[in-house]
């Protein structure tokens, strides 16, 4: 902890989604004071954020695109981080569904097969760990793949959890540490003295703080007394999803598979997501019938079975977009506002390495090097600090 702090800081976070909660649940570990503010109840229905409605998918292997070299090794990283936080979590706030069977990403038809035979020679050219396996292969693996699977590829590091699951136990485990967690609490300003973010300004009235960490997801640009330089260039980028019930005994599917236009993430509970649309229509809510249509089709295709099975639920959700796809980490042109949002369709996976590089920044002054590329200040002319004294903090 730097010199320059007399006590440790009192922290305000904006945000209970997992990133914002899984910070303040470690700051409050290390004997911060720390008050989480959410507009809704976290981790339910009632504020379809990404959060609650996301997948879980650990993928950093499979989801990996064209042009995202950068994120693979803020992903890959992560991903590493992922064993060590879920005994952390675990031990602190119960158990969070995590699964370790794997990925497929499966082909059904010849031009999806010569498809995945370059991506698999794109992936092991960056040293990714790929095992490419014939139709019957994959089948062996997943006897209720569909008949039409011609090839797949299984990434054996590519895991999940439930983010149901994650959330609670969060905010359990915030709680067991100190923490104090304020639901629909939307906060309405952020207040800053001289250059300094000093409180926030919430509907249940202000709150004094020396360090704001602003991690409200898509709604994180939408926040009064940001300056506009530094507000973060997020947006929603809309999913659709739902989930139909398997035999919990029998289940249909044990790894995670990605298959053209769908992803289906096998529950132990029985429960089998199927997800998701990606849509550009602000926050616009509700699910449609082309939405539904789309992903039932596409899951038909490559599991056949699912035609026989209930469907329990479907939601929608805003990723936090930003403009490279990839989140903003670390501080602000304003002192002791520091930024953790914009983690598009990353946010469960990257939350090791956000929770880490925030407090790391907090509690030593310093931003860790696999963070510096993700600096808010890519995006503008605001200067780029990766170390912080958090001026006046904990005085």
Request: aromatic share 6%.
């Amino acid at each position: 902890m730097p010199a320059s702090y007399s006590k440790k800081p009192a922290v305000a976070v904006v945000g209970g989604g997992v990133c914002g909660l899984g910070i303040a649940w470690r700051l409050a570990a290390a004997g911060c004071e720390v008050d989480v503010f959410d507009r809704a109840e976290v981790g339910t229905p009632a504020s379809p954020a990404a959060s609650w409605a996301a997948a879980g998918m650990l993928a950093a292997q499979a989801e990996y695109e064209p042009g995202e070299d950068g994120l693979l090794g803020l992903c890959r990283e992560s991903q590493r981080r992922w064993p060590a936080f879920v005994r952390d979590l675990e031990a602190a706030g119960g158990a969070i569904g995590y699964r370790d069977e794997g990925t497929l990403v499966v082909a059904l038809t010849r031009d999806d097969t010569t498809r995945l035979h370059h991506e698999a020679e794109r992936q092991r050219a960056h040293g990714l760990e790929i095992q490419s396996l014939s139709g019957a292969e994959a089948r062996h693996l997943e006897p209720w793949l569909a008949p039409a699977v011609q090839a797949a590829l299984r990434y054996p590091g590519d895991h999940q959890v439930d983010n149901r699951m994650v959330v609670p136990a969060l905010v359990r485990a915030l709680a067991a540490a100190g923490g104090r967690l304020h639901q629909n609490a939307a906060i309405t300003r952020i207040d800053t003295v001289g250059g300094t973010a000093r409180s926030v300004q919430t509907s249940h009235g202000r709150h004094p703080a020396d360090v704001v960490v602003l991690a409200a997801g898509a709604w994180s640009n939408q926040i009064d007394g940001v300056p506009e330089r530094d507000r973060p260039p997020v947006r929603p980028v809309k999913g659709q999803m739902l989930a139909i019930r398997m035999n919990p005994a029998a289940p249909l599917l044990n790894h995670v598979v990605w298959a053209p236009g769908v992803y289906l993430v096998p529950r132990r509970d029985g429960r089998l997501v199927i997800g998701a649309t990606v849509e550009e229509r602000g926050f616009e809510p509700g699910t449609t019938a082309g939405g539904m249509l789309g992903l039932l089709h596409a899951a038909w295709r490559a599991l056949p079975g699912i035609q026989e099975l209930a469907i329990l639920d479907s939601w929608w959700g805003f990723r936090p977009g930003s403009p490279d796809d990839a989140p903003l980490l670390g501080p602000s042109s304003v002192a002791n506002l520091l930024v953790a949002t914009g983690h598009h369709r990353n946010g469960i996976l990257l939350l090791p390495v956000t929770v880490d590089a925030i407090c790391s920044l907090i509690l030593d002054g310093t931003l860790p090097g696999f963070a510096v590329p993700f600096h808010p200040a890519r995006f503008g002319d605001a200067p780029c600090r990766t170390s912080t004294s958090m001026a006046s903090a904990g005085h």
